[in-house]
């Protein structure tokens, strides 16, 4: 409800410790120079189907746990769920995080 308060159309999720886990609906990737990156399952991330299937035709995505910080430094970010498969994130805008 707060991101649609925000005018946006998904919220991120972060675990207990701040790590990026995914978005409401949707597993999330991000490219920085050249590599691709997603939360590790360990943060609480769901095991998306479509997730599964990006990591099988691209194995070389790194997983880890990663602060909101890497999504700012990323050349693209890309959100995967059943529904829309793989939709490219327009913008990101923290609603007064402190990371």
């Avoid at 095991?47 to 909101?68: D, F």
């Avoid at 430094?73 to 990101?92: C, F, H, K, S, Y």
Wanted: proline residues 4%; charged residues 20%; aromatic residues 6%.
């Amino acid at each position: 409800m707060e991101a649609e308060e925000n005018g946006c159309n998904e919220a991120l999720l972060l675990d207990g410790k701040g790590h990026i886990a995914e978005a409401s609906a949707a597993n999330i990737f991000w490219l920085r120079e050249g590599v691709w990156h997603t939360p590790s399952l360990s943060t609480g991330a769901l095991e998306g189907s479509v997730r599964a299937a990006v990591l099988r035709l691209m194995p070389e995505v790194q997983e880890g746990l990663y602060g909101i910080g890497a999504l700012e430094e990323a050349d693209a970010v890309l959100l995967t769920n059943a529904a829309r498969l793989a939709q490219p994130v327009m913008g990101i805008a923290p609603l007064g995080w402190e990371y």
